[in-house]
């Protein structure tokens, strides 16, 4: 492959008016590699993968896919495919008319649209459906038969666009690893949305977090998890949410719950509010001179009466308290 | 239903159907049947006089129900030519352009066309279009379009937009979108349109009777006008209502043709259901 091979955006920018959904945003992904664009309602997740669908025009920058400039190209000359947030099946035809109409609108001849169309229901497990309408299908079938028109496509780019949120927790579970793996083998790039961190990081290869229209950090969720770039980023990924130090001197200190440690003395004294207890682990809820503090610790670990806390200074985070970026 | 409400229901079905059936029944009895009185009055006087006198008149009646069918026809076909794209169009403007548009189509759709008559017949004597059967069609699709294209702008936007979008990304160019995605998913509401714009056409009176005047060329309102007047000195209860039942036929037929597509509710299951 050649250096230009997989998607490109430049500056990517997008203006409604007076408003900027998405302010220039740089990105790239490999072919074969899974993005998730991670963030809060309205940080513009949608926005972006709009753009790069062709739904909506960019107001600026570029889109390059494969090293061709797509930035102004029509949605449907894009060979991008997306699995909608609904589905967005059409509820009137079949899943194989769901899944014909677009071959046969793009030409391809009967012999090859029903071949073509067997493959891809054997490789979703959905025979036996053919003739359901969408209304008749589950939920994950339905996800399934979205899925099978996008890959129908032979798309250059795949989206998703929150492709679990649909789905009871359960069946996420279930279906997260099947997704991955299939959209492994495709070999395109595969961008996905999300504003849920879990399913970022268990479909996605690197996770892009965005806040109001700007990226703030791209990276394997290691490294946004033990490494944020910034204030938002830090307190954005982990359940239970990162632990805020009172700010001392312009600096905001942060460490992650399950960083801090009880210890017998030496510690930082503190007094237990609220004990959860989670199975494996227990999430104590603990009242500091430094604020309120989480820590998850084993569900074994005995509590004495003086509780003190204590972390190790590799484990804290240190960011400037005006713009939130981390300090090294 | 809840019990309480059956009586209701009855009320309200003999209020509208009452009317209907007394016609049905006038034009199934010879006019001196229809002034007798007592309790064997019921047993005698049944006729179907009343249709062969409509139905062998001078143009045959069957003539007028053809005429009102084309023009119907034609009213309803040009309406909804043009209001599915208007429609479309005006469901993909901005909201505030939207809503400006859809204001000025309400007003026009609630204005009285009884007020445009003396107009739009100078307009048919100028462009020589009296005594044209289809020609009505023309005032009559203005006039429906108004009230069409709102009525298939609200189907359009209870639509799923990511649907279209989905359609988009296929590939599909518009009309194959309109074609293959979303106007089947609208019939219900296209048909509901169609026979409101069909009813109006069917029913419609100061226009008609202001454009035609050849006997062979009236629709059925005006014809029905003229079987009511036909006489002096009687008015024929019995064919004028042998007259409305015929010309109510139609219609029924249609309804019932299309009950399925009006009532039934298509784009369930477009989303998570």
New interface residues.
Partial sequence: MSHTAGLHCEQLTRRVGERCLLDRLNLAVEPGESLALLGPSGCGKTTTLRLL???DPASGGRIRLDGDDITTR?????Q???V?????????LSVVANLE??LE??GVPAAERRRRIAEVLALLQLEGLELR????LS?GQRQRVALA?ALL?QPRLMLLDEPMS?LDAQLRDQLRPELRALLQRAGHPVIHVTHDQQEAMGLADRIAVLDGGVLQQVGTPQELYHRPANLFVARFLGRPGINLLRPEAGVQRAVRPEHLQLVPDGGLPVRLQQREWQGAQQLLRLESDLGLLLLLCDAAQPLGDALQVQWRAEDELRFDGSSGQRLE | MSRTSLPLLLAALGWSLMPLLWQLLTSLRTAEALVLQGAGAWLQGWTLDNYRLVLQGDPPFWRYLLNSSLVGAASTGLTLLLAIPAAYGLQRQRPALRGALSLALLAAAMFPYVLLFLALLELARALGWGNQLLALALPYAGLSLPLAVLLLRAAFADLPEELEDAARLEGLNLWQRLRRVLLPLLAPAIASTAILVFLFSWNEYPIALTWISRADLLTLPVAMARIAGSSVYAVPYGAFAAATVLGALPLLALVLVFQRQIVSGLTQGAVKG
């Fill in positions: 669908a062709g739904l029509p949605a449907g000359q894009r991008v495919a997306m909608f947030q609904s589905y967005a099946l059409y509820p009137h109409l677009g609108v793009r309408r969408p209304a008749q939920g028109r496509r649909n």
